[in-house]
């Protein structure tokens, strides 16, 4: 390897710059090659066919110090202008929700120890990440209302899509109703997964910003696998869960997936108490920054009787050689490492750190803390959107009942409610029409516990004054 | 039983729930400063919610005894075969925690977030570089989800009536030792998988040959492979394929070996996934995050999922925006961009290595793998690794230890006992039973690599010596060993409701 400066005995040489990372010193090198008995690490490569070897230096930019690297990086951030600031008023939300976290949230799970460790095969050396999901488990089984949960998938859309695979192969059926109320996101995403496969996406048209019972009534049919329903759905609506799936179940094999919101389970009806088979969603309000999106956690919990179809991870309890009770991996034959092609996902690493960040949060905020969280959403969402239908010109875009987040409808552009925004320092929503949930005049507000009466009067003036 | 060996083992940690405390909370919120608006009745809980409630002080104590009862990298020797467990650097923890990036909403205006997406753009370019491919996404959240999105894509190719245009195409071929995940990503695509056959640790060419129609689609293969072995024929093996009108994918998740020595487009590689949690260091998390940014060739381009991070104007004064505008994609592959938070530091570990130190990363992981394989092959039997013979290993090895396993122990007492000396057991019985697979990594120091292989002649020498001990072994763990077969007989997953 022509290329190749390092290694060669009685070359000197400059360090690499990756000496942070990399510990072993020159003369170290030389003395592991002696013991290999090679002269240089070029001859371990030799089984690589010549014109494998890359004959150049990669075109990257040159190494960076730490000192430089944190430059870069300001430098990086000092051009964006974070909605989750606390030097502004963010009122977004569709799938991504500016809620209060817990410091301690960050600085437990920040511990090495939670961060450096693998997927918890080695059951005896990792206790702590075991009971931690362990404990996650049974909080989101409670938080659905539901009988059992996994240990994480990676994110809302995938863990919905993950969902619908599996009432795919639960039921032996190929039709699935989703309510066009659902996140356009997931919904797009479910079309991805289920394009090659022997299944098919039937949407059902919503009425007044919610689906109806009598439009599930009219699309069940003998081959329908699964309803999908959010709630509150991508507009802030509640659904009436209960009702589409009861309306659902009078197939029977077909299995009934709710998309909760974590935080609004705190208060209103749960999946498992409406008829819910089987909930997946997005678990990002439960202590997850906002973080342009990612890394966020799928959440995916159902019905005890669907315990071994279960995509991804899951932990049992169990007894160690003593009788101590310990904690292990467990119905593994399920999945992908033991049973390959016939694995119920292809899911091997998850969201293991922020399936983590929720069990701490759902702690620190006990059952009263989450439930005041939720309760303050609730009122600070309503003042807000009583405030706004007093302005000339804004209505609700939807009469149903809603949590923390709404539509309106706007006398000008969202965009430029948005742009006005910006002088400001208010985040005010989002614009409908670019989400592709309704017109350039609409513009969807989530207000969560977070948010002030002086930011939503902020908000207020804003669109008062963006009135022309 | 020689109850002289056993140990005490901790105390066990109370679950979070069996602190609880009613009316004990951890954290406040602000009073409630607007009106009250009244319940909707029909849509509001009436049961309650069974969360813990705990002290702030308890709380900690919980959590960081349980920190306590967890092996690490930043605590341990991890020689996880196929998982890559280096060095996180805490750099790369801090940046990834600054407000102006984890602020960030996700459908924030383009002007809004120029910074997180010049970072995006530019590790989108740097990923392609280090690929020698021509465009990459960094959408897939794990290497599995990067199959996922790459076999569709392979579809769509082949759907194109413009483009591949062999719709029967619907076979994928792996090697048998290839990872489950590649086997599973086929069936949520709906691809038949087809295995090849090995020969010797290596793809037997004479099967390929075989296999290979007018039906394949695709080959997915792991080079170095899953045994730890570059395969050579890898020029033969994308020959034969692309002769036959199928593609080569690459499954990255051993690309420690040869990053920035030998790049996957110019071995004939059409379409491949990064594990940036295996070879740019983001940290496991316990088992996540990751990421599986996918790298491809020209004519694959089109199909890539929305949106993709792009730059116009010039690089004196560029503009970022996200394109949605790509009518042949495959369309969305999960909400929102991606592992925004993972990708950062995956920029970070780049940047901080640059090109020569990549390169050093790869042949100091081959120098240590080879070092380690080397102290230990008297007494542990490695079927691909003979210096006498010029046949090293990649970046890791399989051991398949038959003369010890003959005295009475098992792989996994072996496995148990590393535990007793704060070694992180290696990979077991895959991908061949009996086997265990060994991944020092570069960033492991040689005094590290030298107690290893102390420890593991230490192991050897005990089988011969007290083979009892190691039955019974970890020793020194939380807790004895698990009886995970009772695990999944009646599976006790949720803690019963108080």
Request: aromatic letters at 6%.
């Amino acid at each position: 390897m022509g290329n190749c400066c390092h290694g060669r005995r009685g070359q000197t040489q400059i360090r690499s710059p990756a000496v942070n990372y990399v510990q072993i010193t020159e003369e170290q090198r030389l003395q592991m090659l002696d013991r290999i008995g090679v002269d240089s690490v070029d001859q371990l490569y030799a089984t690589l066919p010549p014109q494998c070897l890359l004959g150049h230096p990669l075109d990257l930019p040159p190494a960076q110090s730490e000192l430089q690297l944190q430059n870069s990086l300001h430098r990086l951030g000092a051009a964006n202008r974070p909605a989750g600031s606390p030097d502004l008023a963010c009122f977004l939300g569709a799938g991504a929700y500016d809620h209060f976290i817990p410091a301690t949230v960050n600085s437990l799970t920040a511990k090495g120890e939670f961060v450096t460790a693998y997927t918890p095969y080695q059951a005896e050396a990792s206790q702590g990440a075991l009971q931690a999901f362990f404990e996650f488990q049974t909080q989101i089984a409670r938080l659905t209302g539901l009988d059992v949960a996994n240990a994480s998938l990676y994110e809302g859309a995938t863990a919905v899509a993950e969902a619908v695979l599996m009432a795919i192969s639960v039921s032996a059926r190929r039709h699935v109703l989703v309510g066009e109320t659902l996140h356009p996101h997931y919904r797009q995403v479910l079309e991805s997964y289920l394009s090659d496969l022997p299944a098919e996406l039937v949407p059902l048209a919503q009425t007044g910003g919610r689906i109806d019972e009598q439009t599930v009534r009219d699309a069940l049919d003998g081959d329908t696998a699964c309803l999908v329903i959010q709630s509150p759905n991508v507009y802030g609506q509640i659904e009436d869960w209960s009702a589409l799936f009861a309306a659902a179940h009078k197939q029977d094999r077909t299995l009934t997936i709710a998309v909760p919101n974590p935080i609004a389970c705190a208060l209103l009806k749960r999946p498992g108490d409406c008829g819910a088979d089987i909930a997946a969603g997005e678990g990002q309000p439960l202590g997850i920054p906002l973080q342009y999106g990612g890394p966020y956690l799928g959440l995916f919990a159902a019905r005890r009787h669907l315990m071994r179809k279960l995509p991804g991870r899951l932990v049992g309890q169990t007894v160690d050689g003593d009788g101590r009770r310990g904690f292990c991996l467990t119905l593994q034959t399920r999945e992908q490492h033991i049973r390959g092609a016939k694995a119920t996902s292809n899911v091997c690493t998850n969201q293991g750190l922020l399936a983590l960040r929720a069990t701490v949060y759902l702690s620190a905020m006990g059952k009263q803390g989450l439930r005041d969280a939720a309760l303050q959403c609730y009122h600070k969402a309503h003042y807000a959107a009583s405030k706004i239908t007093a302005l000339d010109g804004y209505q609700l875009a939807h009469d149903g009942p809603f949590f923390h987040e709404f539509m309106v409808d706007c006398p000008v552009y969202a965009q430029s409610i948005i742009d006005a925004g910006r002088q400001r320092d208010i985040a005010p929503g989002i614009d409908c029409a670019k989400l592709g949930i309704g017109n350039e005049n609409q513009l969807l507000i989530a207000v969560t516990e977070k948010r002030t009466a002086g930011q939503i009067d902020q908000l207020c003036a804003l669109l008062q004054e963006t009135n022309c | 039983m020689d109850s002289s060996n056993r140990r005490q083992h901790d105390d066990d940690v109370p679950l979070i729930f069996e602190r609880s405390a009613p009316g004990a909370k951890a954290v406040d919120l602000p009073e409630l400063d607007v009106p009250e608006t009244p319940l909707p009745d029909a849509v509001i809980s009436d049961q309650p919610l069974d969360l813990p409630e705990v002290g702030p002080l308890d709380l900690v104590r919980h959590y960081t005894h349980l920190a306590a009862r967890n092996f690490s990298v930043d605590g341990n020797f991890y020689p996880l075969g196929s998982c890559t467990m280096k060095f996180n650097p805490p750099i790369n923890e801090a940046v990834a925690s600054w407000p102006a990036f984890i602020d960030v909403h996700p459908l924030q205006p383009d002007e809004d977030v120029q910074g997180t997406l010049a970072l995006l753009y530019e590790l989108r370019n740097w990923l392609a570089e280090i690929a020698g491919l021509d465009e990459v996404c960094l959408q897939p959240c794990a290497g599995a989800h990067g199959e996922y999105t790459a076999l569709k894509m392979i579809r769509a190719y082949f759907t194109d009536p413009k483009a591949g245009n062999a719709p029967q195409r619907r076979v994928v071929l792996a090697p048998d030792t290839a990872h489950g995940t590649n086997l599973a990503s086929c069936t949520m695509c709906g691809a038949n998988v087809v295995t090849v056959a090995s020969k010797d640790g290596l793809v037997d060419l004479d099967d390929l040959r075989r296999l290979v129609n007018d039906e394949t689609a695709a080959m997915m293969i792991t080079n170095p492979n899953t045994s730890g072995q570059f395969d050579g024929q890898i020029g033969d093996i994308a020959d034969i394929l692309h002769a036959a009108g199928a593609l080569l994918y690459l499954d990255g998740a051993n690309m420690n070996a040869i990053v920035g020595v030998s790049r996957p487009g110019d071995f004939g590689v059409d379409i491949m996934h990064y594990n940036t949690h295996k070879t740019f260091s983001t940290p496991h998390g316990c088992g996540g995050p990751g990421a599986g940014p996918i790298a491809v060739r020209q004519f694959l381009r089109a199909y890539l999922p929305v949106p993709q991070v792009e730059m116009r104007g010039n690089r004196s004064n560029p503009v970022y925006y996200l394109d949605y505008d790509r009518p042949q994609s495959i369309g969305r592959v999960r909400s929102f961009f991606g592992q925004f938070g993972v990708l950062l530091r995956c920029w970070a570990y780049i940047a901080a290595c640059g090109p020569d130190g990549l390169r050093d990363v790869a042949h100091t992981a081959v120098l240590n793998a080879n070092y380690l394989a080397t102290l230990m092959h008297d007494r542990f039997e490695l079927p691909y690794f003979d210096p006498g013979q010029k046949r090293f290993c990649a970046h890791e090895y399989v051991s398949v230890p038959k003369t010890l396993l003959a005295q009475g122990v098992t792989l996994i007492d072996i496995a148990k006992r590393l535990i007793d000396f704060g070694i992180h057991p290696p990979t077991m019985h895959w991908p061949v039973h009996d086997c265990l697979m060994i991944e020092p990594t570069e960033t492991e120091s040689k005094a590290t690599l030298d107690r290893f292989a102390q420890v593991m002649l230490t192991i050897a020498e005990e089988i011969r010596s007290d083979a009892n001990h190691l039955r019974q072994a970890p020793h020194k763990a939380p807790v004895a060993r698990l009886d995970e077969v009772a695990a999944a007989r009646v599976p006790v997953l949720t803690v019963a409701p108080s």
